[in-house]
């Protein structure tokens, strides 16, 4: 089985920054798409963040240029650094991947969520 920890969210003024983790455990293979999703009170999850296998990158247009994506293989773990924060940044986020295992191909799995709160 496959487990998908984040750590890193919190409370945090407008124009400040956090770096969220997310560290997946488990009998995994190989990792290929990883990606962040938030999803706001009252609105959809979207797709905040996405870096592909071979190393491309997507960002939502509301976080480019302010939010990266990057990822530490060796620890099949990824991040999302976030700098000058505003409110409408307040979500749930979410990692997912897409995971391999020993004995499937190809399952993406969530995390559990980790709240970020912005506001003074």
């Known amino acids: 089985q496959v487990q998908l920890v984040e750590s890193g969210g919190g409370l945090v003024q407008p124009g400040g920054s956090l770096r969220l983790s997310c560290a997946a455990s488990?009998?995994?293979?190989?990792?290929?798409?990883m990606s962040w999703y938030r999803q706001a009170p009252g609105k959809q999850r979207e797709l905040v963040a996405a870096?592909?296998?071979?190393?491309?990158?997507n960002y939502a247009d509301s976080v480019k240029g302010r939010f990266t994506i990057s990822r530490d293989n060796a620890k099949n773990t990824v991040y999302l650094q976030m700098h000058s924060l505003k409110p409408e940044d307040t979500a749930v986020y979410y990692c997912?991947?897409?995971?391999?295992?020993?004995?499937?191909?190809?399952?993406?799995?969530w995390g559990q969520g980790t709240q970020v709160t912005v506001s003074s």
């Open positions: 488990g009998t995994i293979f190989s990792i290929n798409d």
């Open positions: 997912n991947m897409d995971v391999s295992t020993w004995s499937t191909l190809s399952t993406h799995f």
């Open positions: 870096l592909a296998g071979g190393g491309s990158t």
